[in-house]
């Protein structure tokens, strides 16, 4: 069974390998982007669950692109935010047998999220009280349906976050209020 190594400074963590906005404009959102950027004096970055789980699941197609991606973020000093909607994601699918055909431990998830977060500049954050007006507009705009809803939810967490989003799902792309990157 193939395994890779993670970097967490010099030590590793060993994974397993598997198979518009109608009520507020534009401008508006960009500005808040700006300011908030502007206040924490960088930019700021936020990872989708895709990019952690392509990361520990050394036979995914992306996995090369996700790890480098989080040891670049690791190593970097511009500050990760990651979601607790990413993270509990990342725990029910990263242990899901219906997900990777080798799913983690609970504990080697868990110590996962907890070897990213060690790192000064890493942190699970709730993305405030903005992020509920941002996702209503959203949700208004995109009228999202089934899996939509939570990726409109995750897009609106980072727009209030000043965040640029990071991750393997093109269909981010739809909303041009978010910066939106792929690994």
């Given at each position: 069974?193939?395994?890779?190594?993670?970097?967490?400074?010099?030590?590793?963590?060993?994974?397993?390998?598997?198979?518009?906005?109608?009520?507020?404009?534009?401008?508006?959102?960009?500005?808040?982007?700006?300011?908030?950027?502007?206040?924490?004096?960088r930019s700021?970055?936020?990872?989708?669950?895709?990019?952690?789980?392509?990361?520990?699941?050394?036979?995914a197609e992306?996995?090369g692109?996700?790890?480098?991606?989080l040891?670049?973020?690791?190593?970097?000093s511009?500050?990760?935010?990651v979601?607790?909607?990413?993270?509990i994601?990342?725990?029910?699918?990263?242990?899901?047998r219906r997900?990777?055909?080798?799913?983690?431990?609970?504990?080697?998830?868990?110590?996962?999220?907890?070897?990213?977060t060690?790192?000064?500049?890493?942190?699970?954050?709730?993305?405030?009280?903005?992020?509920?007006?941002?996702?209503?507009?959203?949700?208004?705009?995109?009228?999202?349906?089934?899996?939509?809803?939570?990726?409109?939810?995750?897009?609106?967490?980072?727009?209030?976050?000043?965040?640029?989003?990071?991750?393997?799902?093109?269909?981010?792309?739809?909303?041009?209020?978010?910066?939106?990157?792929?690994?």
């Open positions: 069974m193939p395994r890779s190594t993670f970097p967490h400074s010099t030590a590793g963590l060993s994974c397993r390998g598997s198979t518009p906005s109608i009520l507020r404009p534009y401008s508006t959102l960009s500005k808040a982007r700006v300011l908030r950027r502007t206040l924490m004096g700021v970055k936020s990872v989708d669950v895709n990019v952690l789980l392509n990361a520990v699941n050394s036979r992306h996995h692109r996700a790890r480098g991606e040891i670049e973020m690791m190593s970097d511009e500050p990760v935010i979601l607790p909607t990413v993270a994601g990342f725990l029910r699918l990263a242990t899901d997900v990777l055909a080798r799913p983690l431990q609970p504990a080697e998830a868990a110590s996962f999220l907890h070897t990213m060690a790192h000064r500049h890493i942190s699970i954050e709730h993305p405030g009280p903005e992020a509920w007006e941002i996702f209503d507009d959203l949700h208004a705009a995109h009228r999202p349906v089934g899996p939509d809803v939570t990726d409109v939810y995750l897009a609106a967490s980072a727009i209030a976050l000043g965040a640029t989003w990071v991750s393997f799902d093109r269909g981010f792309a739809r909303f041009p209020e978010l910066d939106w990157q792929s690994p």
